[in-house]
């Protein structure tokens, strides 16, 4: 069985390579940085030896001051360069993260997304991806850093005094010892948090689209009260992280100041004569001094390190949510083959050509013993055998639960079939509608254009006219500028309608699937969106809807009827469109 920390470890690895050159030019001027600081360590020590011990003139050492001078200020470069290619590294890969999240969401489609909430989503995208960002930014080019310069100042160190170079390397392993440790636990309080916030994200945002039905059964108090209590949760686990962090910051401290501390002892009783072992004896105020200002400096990348150990940590339990959202597995159009084989039998072709338009610029769809199914119920629909000609309109008929919806759902490409063969002639695009359109907040104009994002106000208009909206918008004071809520706030349940039968206008899909368009409208309504199907058929596209609704079943050229059992009938039309 695979671990999935490895997995998360893989992938943010595998990211990693996409900014290879920026995290690389991270680590090289950190390294340079570290370098620096040893040369202004040696350059300090240097000038007190001078001062104190030889008693030189300040003006005697103006050359050494003023190459101090320009060592911190390459320092500073340095570290400035550190941070601006670890920010741009970061920048670019979770800029590719979140497209892939969004094409990935774009691929699963409404169907599959239906059981994820809206807000989840949303804090996968924004919150998740950003905690990503510490983890390229600042611990991967640590990590090299790390690597390095501890050794090479050991072995400056070393080559001081041995004894208090040993010193040294005896605490050294402590710390990614105790880091380690501590960070396990991390990792788990942060994957936890990230399911509370995505939890107490959908809770709020389900309260603030129910406030009106909340206070129509007088239930906001009792409201409140869960809102406070789920955030308080989640303060509770988020103390529980910097509790955490705290505690491993502090295990680091100790166990460098010790290490400091002995260093520091041995020298100053070397100094002094008490200590007469080992190279103790050769010690002078320079290599004193110099080992000494550079002790904090060799635990120094290892504190640092421990500092974004967190950043790691909060990556992986970000990379946890996010490889299982690219995890799910997309439509792929394996249903979608070429012809079935001639040995295969072939459906009844259908011949209400006296009935279809003669410019007819739908397209045709074949369906060869497909069948449906969903998880946790089985097959749906099928096997089935359909041809729709270009340019018919079908309606779907049949009890609740007979597959209509999986159906139209497999030909807009939301879903895949189990078996079977699908074939679509010109296939994109294909415009879908059903009872509850969806629209987001903006204006009308705004919602029009995501059917065509560089339609011009004149086409936005002809599309309104045609799908009876026009007097509707003619009312608004600022016209097709009118600014809608969210989900179409603003608008009645057949102006919604009829705004989405406007999208299908302007999208001239050659393929339009309809989900019982009319379900839940008042008469007039249903009379408006009737007429404005009843030009688009008119116009020539392949429609298939599926309808209860006798008003519907007339316009169609034929109607299908699915029964619990999967099969199929064909009906002729009531009446010409």
């Given at each position: ?284 105020l320079f290599s004193g001094l110099f ?28 990379a946890e949510g996010l490889l299982e ?19 295969e039998p072939r459906p009844a072709e ?228």
């Open positions: 069985m695979l671990d999935p920390q490895l997995d998360n470890r893989r992938w943010l690895r595998d990211l990693a390579g996409d900014a290879r050159g920026w995290l690389r030019l991270a680590g090289a001027a950190g390294i340079l940085a570290g370098l620096c600081t040893i040369v202004q360590m040696g350059l300090l020590a240097w000038l007190v030896d001078r001062l104190v011990t030889q008693a030189s003139p300040p003006a005697a050492l103006s050359e050494a001051f003023v190459g101090l001078i320009g060592v911190l200020i390459l320092r500073a470069a340095a570290q400035w360069v550190q941070e601006r290619a670890g920010a741009e590294a970061s920048l670019r890969i979770r800029a590719r993260v979140r497209g892939e999240l969004l094409d990935h969401l774009a691929a699963l489609g409404p169907v599959r997304l239906g059981d994820r909430h809206s807000a989840g989503l949303g804090q996968q995208l924004v919150e998740q991806v950003e905690a990503l960002d510490g983890y390229f930014a600042r611990f991967l080019p640590q990590m090299r850093l790390t690597l390095v310069l501890p050794l090479v100042i050991l072995a400056v160190v070393a080559s001081l005094d041995w004894l208090a170079a040993a010193l040294l390397l005896l605490a050294a392993p402590l710390i990614p010892l105790f880091m380690a440790l501590v960070g396990m636990g991390a990792e788990r309080l942060n994957r936890e948090q990230f399911v509370a916030v995505t939890r107490l994200a959908g809770h709020f945002l389900d309260r603030v689209r129910g406030v009106t039905t909340l206070q129509l059964f007088n239930r906001t108090a009792d409201s409140i009260d869960e809102v406070h209590a789920a955030a308080d949760e989640y303060r509770r686990r988020s103390l529980r992280t910097l509790r955490l962090a705290f505690l491993s910051s502090a295990v680091l401290e100790f166990f460098a100041s010790v290490a400091i501390a002995m260093v520091a002892i041995y020298i100053g009783f070397g100094l002094l004569g008490y200590i007469a072992f080992g190279p103790a004896d050769a010690l002078t080992v000494l200002l550079l002790a904090p400096e060799f635990f120094q990348p290892l504190r640092t390190l421990s500092q974004h150990y967190h950043d790691r940590a909060a990556a992986l339990g970000a959202l690219l995890g799910e597995p997309v439509p792929d159009g394996s249903g979608r083959m070429a012809a079935a084989s001639s040995d259908p011949r209400p050509a006296d009935s279809l338009p003669s410019d007819a610029r739908g397209t045709a769809v074949t369906l060869r013993r497909v069948t449906i199914a969903h998880p946790g119920r089985g097959r749906v629909l099928g096997p089935l055998d359909l041809e729709i000609a270009a340019g018919e309109c079908v309606a779907l008929v049949g009890p609740s639960g007979s597959g209509k919806s999986s159906l139209l759902q497999l030909l807009a490409g939301f879903i895949d079939a189990e078996s079977g063969e699908l074939a679509i002639e010109h296939a994109p695009p294909v415009a879908w509608m059903d009872q509850r359109p969806w629209l987001v907040q903006g204006t009308l104009a705004d919602n029009l254009r995501l059917a065509a994002p560089q339609a011009s106000d004149a086409e936005l208009w002809a599309a309104v006219r045609r799908a009876g909206l026009d007097e509707v918008v003619d009312g608004l004071s600022a016209g097709l500028a009118t600014p809608l809520g969210e989900r179409g706030y603003g608008l009645s349940g057949g102006q919604a309608q009829r705004l989405a039968l406007a999208r299908v206008f302007l999208s001239r899909a050659p393929l339009v699937l309809l989900d019982e368009p009319t379900a839940s409208l008042d008469g007039e309504t249903q009379s408006l969106v009737i007429e404005g199907l009843r030009e688009l058929i008119a116009s020539g596209a392949t429609v298939v809807v599926a309808t209860h609704q006798q008003a519907l079943m007339r316009l169609a050229h034929r109607r299908i009827e699915l029964t619990n059992h999967a099969r199929r009938q064909e009906v002729g039309h009531d009446a010409p469109v």
